[in-house]
């Protein structure tokens, strides 16, 4: 049983075949996004791209880079280490319009039920 799981994904030891587990376990992680993604589109009745989208983004991509490291192969580091910082850009652009958007929301001192002018 072993030597056929082995055979099938050309690992050589359970070390290897823990690091594909967790390389699968990763592209599973990022393809969710897309799932994700096209159920919001779906409900919104157009195309539209969740926050929970960049979340996985950034998770599957993490994941994906560590598996990418160990494999020591370049051209999947390059990709996944250029994806993570577009993750980590968009994510942070939408905390800051958050924070705008609560400052806007927020009375200023003596108006009552007024947003910042």
């Given at each position: 049983?072993?030597?056929?799981?082995?055979?099938?994904?050309?690992?050589?030891?359970?070390?290897?075949?823990?690091?594909?587990?967790?390389?699968?376990?990763?592209?599973?992680?990022?393809?969710?996004?897309?799932?994700?993604?096209?159920i919001a589109s779906e409900r919104a009745g157009k195309s539209y791209v969740?926050?929970?989208?960049?979340?996985?983004?950034?998770?599957?991509?993490?994941?994906?880079?560590?598996?990418?490291?160990?494999?020591?192969?370049?051209?999947?580091?390059?990709?996944?280490?250029?994806?993570?910082?577009?993750?980590?850009?968009?994510?942070?652009?939408?905390?800051?319009?958050?924070?705008?958007?609560?400052?806007?929301?927020?009375?200023?001192?003596?108006?009552?039920?007024?947003?910042?002018?």
């Open positions: 049983m072993k030597e056929t799981i082995f055979a099938l994904l050309s690992i050589d030891t359970w070390t290897e075949f823990w690091w594909v587990v967790w390389g699968l376990s990763a592209q599973a992680l990022f393809a969710a996004r897309f799932i994700v993604q096209w969740p926050v929970a989208f960049w979340y996985l983004s950034m998770c599957g991509g993490l994941t994906l880079l560590s598996y990418a490291i160990y494999r020591q192969d370049i051209v999947f580091i390059l990709g996944q280490s250029i994806g993570v910082f577009v993750y980590a850009r968009n994510l942070a652009l939408i905390r800051k319009e958050g924070r705008i958007r609560a400052l806007d929301e927020t009375p200023a001192p003596g108006a009552q039920g007024q947003g910042r002018p």
